[in-house]
């Protein structure tokens, strides 16, 4: 059963079902889902859901009456109460497997759904895929592994792809990477990332991604240009091959990124955003034209036309909003309030766009969970 969790709106969905709830019933079932098949006691919910506060232990009484109410709908998760314990959460995967639709065994049919998934990844549709992945019991297909945690990826859902027990922190590390790369400083992060590459802690594919196309910001954000150049030489040759062709605008808005932190030219520039519009022309996908957009209102900001590239910025910021990939709109407010030119944003555009990276940033729980992020992503590095 797939669960999709909406922490800015305490509801959960399964089965085309959507079930709002209280802060601290969602809090609570988080915990639970989380520590799935574990009983725990009053005292030990109280100390993991209500930290510093003092309620009593028919809190979590309460709290777990109305849950079973709401939780109704969907038979698959049993609020259980264990004797001389306490509560857990069981979640019926059997059950739900033995009561699927003929759909779940048609082979055709299920290679037709996950493609379909991954043309809205293609397109940079986020909430198309959302939709779909909610609607995956009703239409009788089960995500891949992959798309599983792509899913809490898209979501920004930070906490869930530290937790998620189903899948090894190999699998989960190139998504854990991606958002640690919004915490703190970018020239911290080099180091790390290298590090990664190294060790070759990623599979192949990952690997390619982190090497040939995120590190290229990474090291335009830490002020380290040269190495954004030696890297996009790498990477243009790399493009020669056909498979990597949806790679072309991100890279392009990348080195016009660069291009921008160094002060090159204007024609340089132009060049590079002519070539960029025209793919984008033949191909208008979301998360490309969104990055695009935040870029080219960079630009505009540094070119001294304001209202242009304030104009640009929000609109920008508005694709990637539609888009639904929030970790990709979280880099482009990222990079608008750490852009190493600092003189081209005014006081006011830089107020106005931290208070948002601000509030996207606590949606998702990167700066509670940061310490934790680190924490695993260095573990991993000792591992190997």
Known sequence: MFLEWNANQYEISAQGIVITLLAKEYALLSFLYRNRGQAFSREQL????????????????????????????????????????????????????????????????????????????????????????????????????????????????????????????????????????????????????????????????????????????????????????????????????????????????????????????GQTLDRLSSEIEQLLEEKPFFREKGSYLVVNGLRHLCLGKMAEGEALLDEGLHVLESSGFVPIKLSALNLIVTFPRKSVISPRLLSKYSELFSEELSACGLPRLAPRLESVIHSALRSV
């Open 46 to 265: 109280l100390d993991k859901v209500w930290p510093l506060e003092y309620p009593t232990e028919r809190t979590v009484d309460d709290h777990i009456y109305r849950l079973r109410k709401k939780l109704t709908p969907l038979r698959e998760l049993t609020l259980e109460t264990v004797r001389g314990i306490g509560y857990r959460l069981s979640v019926d995967e059997a059950g739900a497997g033995s009561s699927s639709p003929p759909s779940a065994s048609d082979k055709q049919l299920q290679d037709t759904l996950q493609g379909v998934f991954a043309r809205y990844h293609r397109y940079g549709q986020g909430k198309s895929m959302l939709a779909l992945a909610r609607q995956q019991d009703v239409l009788g297909y089960e995500l891949n592994g992959f798309y599983h945690l792509y899913v809490y990826f898209l979501q920004g859902d930070l906490e869930r792809l530290l937790d998620e027990s189903t899948a090894p922190l190999a699998d989960r590390l190139y998504w854990l990477l991606l958002l640690y790369a919004l915490s703190g400083s970018a020239a911290d992060k080099v180091d790390i990332f290298e590090a990664v590459l190294h060790k070759k802690l990623l599979n192949p594919l990952q690997h390619r991604e982190l090497k040939l196309l995120n590190l290229l910001n990474v090291y335009t954000y830490a002020g380290q240009t040269d190495k954004t150049f030696a890297r996009l030489e790498e990477t243009r040759k790399a493009l020669e091959d056909p498979e990597l062709d949806s790679f072309k605008v991100h890279v392009y808005t990348s080195e016009l990124l660069a291009q921008l932190v160094v002060e090159a030219g």
